[in-house]
């Protein structure tokens, strides 16, 4: 909405899901890992493709096996199966943006003692061990922002943009899993964050931009 009393808030869930991603290729045991959505919307294959982006970009060999789409963003039966079939045919991890639906996908990561990835806060508590890392939107962050330039008569209309650069998104801390990931694996994504950040990496948000990425990449492992 264009108004003068309007702010739009807008989040990069494509670079922090390209870190989740990034992340999964260097940890998966299996090479292959898996991504569930609640529906298939443009929103959603942004979180998709900067994951599939980040796990070539670690590793072109690591398979990326066809996404699945619960249809809603609630059933978390309908997830928990989704993810089932998934570590099913062979993947280790599997990273959701499927609203409650996705908790599901952890239960379905306890159980079979694989990895999930949460989405939009951290929910690497709600299976402990069993969350590698979420990717978390600091919408709490944006709207305090929002409200304190209200406050301090600083307010400007239109769109703002929350990104890797700005704190507006991240992965989680990883308290339960970064002794399992490693230092060096936690240098790596620092790195490549470092790049994403600075615009050495632009990361793609569509399957033609994904397309494009891929093609560029080189076939060795970051």
Same mark, same amino acid.
């Given at each position: 909405?264009? @108004?003068p009393n309007v702010r739009s808030l807008h989040f990069n869930e494509e670079q922090g899901s390209f870190l989740a991603g990034y992340l999964a290729a260097l940890t998966t045991k299996t090479k292959k890992i898996g991504f569930v959505g609640g529906q298939e919307l443009d929103l959603i294959k942004k979180f998709y493709s900067g994951y599939v982006a980040g796990a070539k970009t670690a590793d072109p060999t690591v398979e990326i096996l066809p996404a699945k789409y619960v249809g809603n963003w609630e059933n %978390?039966? +309908? *997830? =928990? @199966? &989704? @993810?089932q079939q998934l570590f099913g045919t062979g993947a280790d991890i599997v990273y959701h943006a499927a609203g409650r639906a996705g908790l599901g996908v952890i239960k379905a990561a306890e159980e079979q003692d694989k990895y999930a990835i *949460?989405?939009?806060s951290d929910q690497d508590g709600v299976a402990q061990g069993h969350v590698l890392t979420s990717m978390i939107k600091h919408v709490d962050e944006a709207v305090f922002g929002t409200i304190s330039d209200v406050m301090k008569d600083a307010f400007t209309a *239109?769109? =703002?943009?929350y990104d890797l650069a700005s704190g507006g998104v991240s992965l989680s801390p990883m308290t339960y899993t970064k002794d399992k990931i490693g230092p060096e694996a936690l240098k790596k994504? &620092? @790195?490549v964050a470092a790049d994403i950040k600075s615009g050495k990496i632009k990361v793609p948000t569509t %399957? *033609?931009? +994904?397309?494009?990425?891929l093609a560029s990449l080189p076939m060795k492992k970051a």
């Amino acid at each position: 909405m264009d @108004a003068p009393n309007v702010r739009s808030l807008h989040f990069n869930e494509e670079q922090g899901s390209f870190l989740a991603g990034y992340l999964a290729a260097l940890t998966t045991k299996t090479k292959k890992i898996g991504f569930v959505g609640g529906q298939e919307l443009d929103l959603i294959k942004k979180f998709y493709s900067g994951y599939v982006a980040g796990a070539k970009t670690a590793d072109p060999t690591v398979e990326i096996l066809p996404a699945k789409y619960v249809g809603n963003w609630e059933n %978390q039966d +309908l *997830g =928990k @199966a &989704d @993810a089932q079939q998934l570590f099913g045919t062979g993947a280790d991890i599997v990273y959701h943006a499927a609203g409650r639906a996705g908790l599901g996908v952890i239960k379905a990561a306890e159980e079979q003692d694989k990895y999930a990835i *949460g989405v939009d806060s951290d929910q690497d508590g709600v299976a402990q061990g069993h969350v590698l890392t979420s990717m978390i939107k600091h919408v709490d962050e944006a709207v305090f922002g929002t409200i304190s330039d209200v406050m301090k008569d600083a307010f400007t209309a *239109g769109p =703002k943009i929350y990104d890797l650069a700005s704190g507006g998104v991240s992965l989680s801390p990883m308290t339960y899993t970064k002794d399992k990931i490693g230092p060096e694996a936690l240098k790596k994504v &620092d @790195a490549v964050a470092a790049d994403i950040k600075s615009g050495k990496i632009k990361v793609p948000t569509t %399957q *033609g931009e +994904l397309d494009r990425y891929l093609a560029s990449l080189p076939m060795k492992k970051a």
